[in-house]
């Protein structure tokens, strides 16, 4: 899929800066949480945001069967940047209210 390669292309440029950062993969190609689990899978993705994109989204699905599926999301291949750190302390990019 070429957005996760884009995507991918992203994270490294961005992880070559600085090495703090958590990625969340959002919009453009992203519509189903099958769509979000790939780029996931694809990708050093720790995340899927879904704002206003979620309104795409089939009016019959309810948003909590979605929330549910997109929570369900393995993150495997990201896990890396979760296990054995701490999270970052707060600042508005990165509130405290963030729990892993």
């Given at each position: 899929?070429?957005?996760s390669v884009e995507t991918q292309a992203i994270i490294d440029?961005?992880?070559?800066?600085?090495?703090?950062i958590y990625f969340l993969c959002?919009?453009?190609?992203?519509?189903t949480p099958d769509d979000a689990a790939r780029?996931?899978?694809a990708t050093d993705c720790v995340?899927?945001?879904?704002?206003?994109s979620l309104e795409r989204m089939a009016v019959e699905t309810s948003l909590s069967d979605l929330t549910r599926r997109f929570k369900?999301?393995?993150v495997s291949r990201s896990s890396r940047f979760?296990?054995?750190?701490?999270?970052?302390?707060?600042?508005p990019a990165f509130p405290r209210s963030f729990s892993a």
């Amino acid at each position: 899929m070429r957005s996760s390669v884009e995507t991918q292309a992203i994270i490294d440029a961005a992880s070559a800066v600085r090495k703090d950062i958590y990625f969340l993969c959002h919009g453009g190609p992203i519509n189903t949480p099958d769509d979000a689990a790939r780029i996931i899978a694809a990708t050093d993705c720790v995340g899927f945001v879904g704002a206003s994109s979620l309104e795409r989204m089939a009016v019959e699905t309810s948003l909590s069967d979605l929330t549910r599926r997109f929570k369900a999301i393995p993150v495997s291949r990201s896990s890396r940047f979760l296990s054995g750190s701490s999270l970052p302390s707060a600042s508005p990019a990165f509130p405290r209210s963030f729990s892993a």
